[in-house]
């Protein structure tokens, strides 16, 4: 995994905001922290560049699926490798995840987003490469 990433996380969850982003940062990424995903994909629309999505499922104004499907119908970000880091692990979910190109890691477990997260990289670097 190159260093340091540009992250940007959606998660409503202040406890877990601290804890990703003292996770992540102490990993050497870079880290932007929002609270829903419409803030989210307002800042990728406004232009903001990141290497990475890492975001919840259940937030207000915008869940993560419905970030991912925007940003995979967008031609300027369709590219953004995204990770659903959530409770919801049931089998319909995560073939959900798995239909939009974005990859699943079940809350609270670290080594499991970390797998997904070298998943999504290497899956954006394939489609990047193209």
């Known amino acids: 995994m190159k260093t340091p990433l540009r992250i940007l996380v959606a998660e409503d969850g202040l406890n877990l905001q601290k804890a990703l982003e003292a996770v992540l940062t102490a990993e050497g990424h870079v880290v932007r922290v929002v609270e829903h995903g419409g803030l989210a994909l307002g800042l990728l629309k406004?232009?903001?560049?990141?290497?990475?999505?890492?975001?919840?499922?259940?937030?207000?104004?915008?869940?993560?699926?419905?970030?991912?499907?925007?940003?995979?119908?967008?031609?300027?970000?369709?590219?953004?490798?995204?990770?659903?880091f959530t409770t919801d692990d049931y089998q319909e979910f995560v073939d959900r995840v798995r239909s939009l190109d974005a990859f699943h890691a079940a809350k609270p477990s670290l080594d499991e987003l970390k797998r997904a997260i070298e998943e999504a990289l290497a899956w954006g670097d394939k489609r990047n490469a193209k």
């Open 46 to 84: 406004a232009g903001e560049s990141y290497d990475l999505l890492i975001t919840d499922q259940s937030m207000p104004c915008m869940k993560g699926l419905e970030l991912v499907e925007e940003i995979r119908h967008d031609p300027n970000l369709c590219g953004l490798p995204a990770v659903v």
